[in-house]
């Protein structure tokens, strides 16, 4: 027997939707979120949230926001859910792979998130992914345990030949050769911006 088809859809601003992405986070996710969270995420950034589906059923869930952090724009991972008799699946991987493409399409530089230091199948899942541990976050959750703060670093520069040729990296994300210059010049004026700070510092 099968394991049924596997789709994917965006959060619709539904009222509906709203209640299933409770329910899914209440059954896996020990954190006490209020519906006031939930309102806050899906609510500005609805198109950051996404359901997977199993025969049209929502099984999983990613809620995520975007928003200026420093100088630059990050996408955030706040909620990422799946049933654990759906788990196999590999629903995960694609929930977290549509986040980035939103994330992408919204001009972020840096993806983060927390993942509790036990977790073990959530830090394969994001470190497959290419997320890097950060720093580690003493009793992060309320429950007292720690938590890895992940990041990744949008997009990937990888040399190209042709202005108009598409890259897909290794997360599967395509971006083209402008695209790429752009985001080289960006990260040239922050690195120029973090010299000329240092410089102020060894002179203060």
């Known amino acids: 027997m099968g394991d049924g088809e596997v789709t994917y859809r965006p959060f619709r601003g539904e009222e509906d939707d709203l209640e299933r992405v409770v329910e899914l986070i209440r059954e896996e996710l020990s954190e006490p979120y209020s519906i006031f969270t939930y309102r806050y995420f899906v609510g500005q950034w609805p198109q950051a949230c996404h359901f997977a589906c199993v025969d049209g059923k929502e099984v999983g869930v990613i809620v995520c926001k975007m928003d200026a952090h420093r100088i630059y724009k990050r996408g955030y ?15 995960g991987t694609g929930l977290v792979r549509s986040a980035i493409q939103v994330m992408r399409q919204e001009r972020c530089e840096e993806v983060a998130l927390e993942a509790e230091v036990t977790n073990d199948g959530a830090l394969r899942l994001y470190e497959k992914l290419g997320f890097i541990r950060d720093k580690r976050l003493h009793r992060y959750y309320l429950h007292g345990a720690d938590a890895f703060r992940l990041k990744l ?3 990937e520069i990888v040399p190209s030949v042709d202005d108009t040729s598409k890259h897909v990296d290794e997360n599967g994300m395509g971006t083209t050769r402008d695209e790429r210059t752009k985001t ?20 203060a």
Request: hydrophobic residues 50%; aromatic residues 0%; without cysteine.
């Open 77 to 91: 991972i706040a909620m990422l859910v799946v049933q654990k008799k759906h788990r196999h699946l590999g629903l």
């Open 153 to 155: 670093l949008l997009p």
């Open 184 to 203: 080289d010049e960006r990260g040239n004026a922050v690195a120029d911006a973090a010299s000329a700070l240092d410089k102020l510092r060894v002179h």
